[in-house]
């Protein structure tokens, strides 16, 4: 049997060294019991603030991110997915174009038998994984908490909805 993968669904390419998001990937990986991750990006470029998907995208941004997610699903190694692409959505013209991003990621996970999670029952991005902790067990690690807050998630192939467990 193959040792089992995280694939990391999340919501951009850092705007620094994403440290902090890298070492929660990481740390899931070990609770999940993976040997390994790959990350993947809904949308894969360098944004510079929290409002910059508002304006305009290059052209063909959002079809990449398809590409680089569909290339971790198909990815044999993968058993295991953590959706971490946060809570907020764009404004203006590019949150259609992040719910269709969405709608398609449902899809392409009902139909697949992969194990799929998240953080406290939402897709938090890893770097806001401590206001999560902290409202459920305040001063504790991740490593501590870890088993309680990883939610396994499932899809409907029916409905391509997703439901927590």
């Known amino acids: ?55 305009p995208l290059p052209v063909g941004v959002w079809e990449d991110g398809r590409r680089g997610i569909a290339a971790g699903l198909t990815d044999p190694r993968v058993s295991d997915v953590l959706l971490g692409y946060g809570l907020s959505l764009p404004n203006g013209p590019n949150r259609a174009a992040f719910r269709a991003q969405l709608e398609w990621l449902s899809a392409q996970l009902s139909e697949r038998s992969l194990r799929v999670w998240t953080f406290g029952g939402l897709p938090h991005h890893p770097s806001r994984w401590q206001r999560v902790m902290h409202r459920y067990r305040p001063g504790s690690s991740f490593d501590a908490v870890a088993g309680e807050l990883l939610v396994l998630t499932r899809f409907s192939s029916a409905s391509a909805s997703a439901s927590v467990e």
């Open 1 to 55: 049997m193959m040792p089992r993968h995280l694939l990391a669904i999340l919501h951009s390419l850092p705007s620094g060294a994403g440290t902090v998001t890298l070492a929660r990937v990481t740390a899931t990986e070990r609770a999940l019991g993976c040997a390994g991750h790959t990350v993947a990006n809904l949308l894969p470029i360098r944004l510079t603030g929290s409002k910059s998907a508002d304006g």
